[in-house]
C-alpha cells in the first residue's frame, strides 16, 4: 500500500471555509491526479499533472484548484465555490508514457459541516 | 475527451456462478484498459489490464477481452467466490483516464 500517501483521512469544514487536502507520492511518478467519489459513484476527474508547474482541469474542476510545485507533492484545495463538497476525495499517481496503471491514495473523506 | 459507459450497475450472483462485466469507450485513440477493484471504504486497486494491441488476457479466474472495432471491453469472473464481492470500476486510457461508474458486484455464499 505505501507509496502514495493522503492527508488527512478525515476532514470537516464549516460552509464558506477553503481546505487543502494533502497528496505525496515517493514513486518517482511524473503524473498525478485528483478524483471525488461519491456514493454509489464512479470516479470524476478533478484536476491532472503530467509534469511540475503544469497541470489541467478535468471534467469537475469548478470551485478547486491544484499546485505542483513539486514532484512529489500535489495538493488540491476545495474552495468555498465549490457548491457541494461533501465527498470522498482520490488522489492518484503514474508514471507518463506507455501504458502505466494508476496508483492509489488512501483517500480523504471531506465532509461540509 | 473519453467518455466511458459501464454495465450493469450493480450485479448479484451465486458463489460459483460467473460474472461478467462490460464497458464501451468513445475516443478510438484510447490504448490501456485497466479494471479496478474497490473494497468498501479502500483505495481502487488493479486487478488486470489490457493494451489496444491485444484481444484477451486471463490471469487465474479473472479475464479481460477487447474489441477495438466496437469500442467494449468486458471483464469475466469465474468460480466467484464472497471475497469477490466489492465495487469493479473500467478505465479507458488516452490523453487522460477515463473511469466508468462502476458495478457494485455481490456473491452470495
Known amino acids: 500500500d505505501g507509496g502514495i500517501t493522503q492527508s488527512p483521512k478525515y476532514l470537516f469544514r464549516k460552509e464558506g471555509q477553503n481546505v487543502t487536502l494533502s497528496c505525496e507520492q515517493n514513486l518517482n511518478h511524473d503524473a498525478m491526479y485528483w478524483y471525488r467519489q461519491d456514493p454509489g459513484q464512479g470516479l470524476r476527474l478533478i484536476y491532472y499533472s503530467q509534469i511540475v508547474n503544469d497541470f489541467q482541469k478535468g471534467d469537475i474542476a469548478e470551485g478547486y484548484s491544484v499546485s505542483r510545485e513539486k514532484k512529489e507533492s500535489f495538493p488540491l484545495t476545495v474552495t468555498s465555490a465549490q457548491k457541494n463538497p461533501t465527498a470522498f476525495y482520490l488522489c492518484?499517481?503514474?508514471?507518463?508514457?506507455?501504458?502505466?496503471?494508476?496508483?492509489f491514495g488512501p483517500g480523504t473523506r471531506l465532509t461540509v459541516l | 475527451g473519453e467518455n466511458v459507459e459501464q454495465h450493469p450497475s450493480t450485479l448479484s450472483v451465486q458463489e460459483g456462478d460467473s460474472a461478467v462485466i462490460k464497458c464501451t469507450y468513445s475516443d478510438s485513440a484510447s490504448n490501456y484498459f485497466p479494471w479496478y477493484k474497490q473494497e468498501l471504504g479502500k483505495r481502487p486497486q488493479l486487478i488486470i489490464d489490457i493494451r489496444s494491441n491485444v484481444g484477451e488476457k486471463k490471469d487465474q479466474r479473472i479475464a479481460v477481452t477487447l474489441n477495438k472495432t466496437a469500442k467494449h471491453f468486458s471483464l469475466h469472473i469465474t468460480e466467484t467466490q464472497p471475497e469477490d464481492s466489492a465495487v469493479y470500476f473500467c478505465a479507458a486510457q488516452g490523453n487522460d483516464m477515463r473511469f466508468g461508474a462502476g458495478t457494485r458486484l455481490t456473491v452470495k455464499p
Open positions: 492518484a499517481s503514474t508514471l507518463t508514457g506507455g501504458y502505466n496503471e494508476q496508483f
